[in-house]
């Protein structure tokens, strides 16, 4: 393994940007947007690994949108999305979605027409949740594919 580097998608996509390998348009998206920190990339990584990832997606944010904020509580504070750990597939549909409640109200309460999100669990939550708690129109992303949807071509 010697020869290879480990690194994030947070690590690699801040390398990309500062490095000037690929170029964003910030304006791309008019609408607000906000950030949901997922619970193992924040406080469990925190937690296991002594480093949390909460700036460097904020970061990331900064170079796409021009107009973004943050949820109510954040970054170690954020309240999990409730479909983490296998709850999207487990059958206790129920619960899962009464457990989601909390963070849809949050992301109501923001304004925001787009949420990012840097985990799977969590994009297929709040997918799968945002109509039941009146948020239809939600745009989902994961932070990757705002990257891309921020692309400038040559």
């Known amino acids: 393994m010697k020869e290879f580097e480990t690194v994030t998608v947070f690590d690699l ?14 304006t791309r998206f008019e609408g607000l947007a906000t950030y949901h920190d997922p619970c193992n990339y924040g406080r469990r990584a925190q937690k296991r690994f002594g480093h949390g990832f ?58 925001a027409r787009m949420m990012v999100v840097p985990c799977h669990s969590c994009h297929g939550q ?18 990757w594919e705002l990257v891309a949807d921020c692309l400038v071509w040559p």
């Open 126 to 143: 709040f997918n799968n949740i945002k109509a039941k708690y009146g948020l239809p129109d939600l745009s989902v992303k994961y932070l």
């Open 13 to 26: 996509l801040i390398r990309y940007i500062k490095d000037g390998r690929i170029r964003l348009d910030r």
């Open 54 to 111: 909460f700036e460097e997606p904020r970061w990331i944010l900064d170079q796409c949108l021009e107009n973004w904020v943050d949820l109510h509580p954040c970054r170690e504070n954020q309240i999990c999305c409730g479909g983490g750990g296998g709850a999207l597939t487990s059958g206790y549909n129920e619960e899962r979605i009464y457990y989601g409640r909390r963070k849809m109200e949050q992301i109501h309460a923001s304004g």
